[in-house]
């Protein structure tokens, strides 16, 4: 999305005002949502989940995982131990190359919970096996609607297969820790982590509707979550946080008035293109990423010619983080200047080992914690 570029934050801030200068957010439809997910979050009490009050006053290291390869090379003192669920970050974190250096560490001690053996899990000390959602009970949010639901497990796990919250109440136990919490079944997380919500009845009937007006207009009479409680086009807390007062175009450094642009004078995006598997999940499965064909670049009719490609012809897509040489797509989607790579891929589709997020650019965004995948500059030219 458009958060994905280096100033993502302000494009954001930016166009939430356009509904209070015409003053149509007082209208049904006339306001902003980046995700009405925002309405599921509310009913979630973080601390419940995250507990930080068992630190017991203690500081601990936190880091972006979209700088995971700054973060396993340069980080001082060094990350020794990793353990990672839910996620096959050598596919989905940007500068991924630098990802892959960090996880050959000889000195790094990872452990990856997961169904399959993803190309992260390939680098792991230990594999272990996590359930999926037809084998573990819980609730699930949504991003695009008001419905939050229930997911009743439908068999038991199979094999020697965990849940997250089960290897983490295994793990407590083998560590020797003794905080009673530590060891809550997942009804009794649940239970804490969404005291509002009628488990007992989510589970019965599947679903419930989070609250939101029924006008669909939550913020006709104002109260906004502000310090004023007021939109506010210029923004004092913005400022000290060293951001513009008011809403201001700043160009991002890796982009076509930056430095580099000379060099890499195509912009990249990485769109969720597929079909037949979710992000980089399930892409490696006989009947749903062959089914969509393999990786490929997209370029503008004028841009392959420019360049001497054709439909069909092997391009080397680089930049000075990766180079990947991937089958050429031509298209109208796209306006001149601008390449596309499907993400989600994972390396043994890829000829050359790479995938698309060995390109991109893992710059975080100025402020919120995101990263600038989209603004990510390369040149493209026919394999020789």
Known sequence: GAEHHENGAMFYRTVVCLPALTGAWRDRGGGFFRSVGTWQDLLVDDAALGRPDLLAGREIRTFNMSRLGEILLDEQPPVRAMVVWNSNPLVIVPNAEAVRRGLERDDLFTVVHEQFLTDTARYADYVLPATTHIEASDVTPAWGHLWMGWNEAAIEPLGEAVSNSELFRRLAGAMGLDEPSLFDDD??????????????????????????????????DGGFPTSSGKVEFASSALE??????????????????????????????????HTRFLNSGYSHLPKHG???????????AADADARG????????????????????????????????????????????????????????????????????????????
């Open 290 to 300: 062959p089914a969509e064909g393999g990786p490929f670049v997209e370029l503008d």
């Open 309 to 384: 490609l054709a439909a069909g012809d092997t391009a080397r897509v680089f930049n000075d983080r990766a180079s990947l040489e991937l089958p050429v797509k031509i298209t109208d989607r796209l306006r001149p200047g601008l390449a596309s790579i499907p993400w989600g891929w994972w390396r043994h589709q890829h000829p050359d080992g790479m995938v698309a997020n060995s390109l991109t650019n893992d710059t975080l965004t100025e402020w919120g914690g995101g990263v600038a995948y989209s603004d990510t500059l390369v040149q493209i030219e026919p394999l020789a």
């Open 240 to 273: 000290a946080m060293g951001q513009p007062r008011l809403p201001t175009f700043v160009p991002p450094r890796e982009g076509p008035r930056g430095p580099d642009a000379d060099r890499f004078p195509l912009q990249l995006m990485t769109p969720k293109h």
């Open 187 to 220: 009804l009794t997380v649940l239970r804490a982590a969404l005291p509002t919500v009628d488990l007992d009845a989510l589970r019965r009937d599947g679903w419930m509707k989070v609250p939101f007006p029924d006008n669909g207009t939550p913020w006709a």
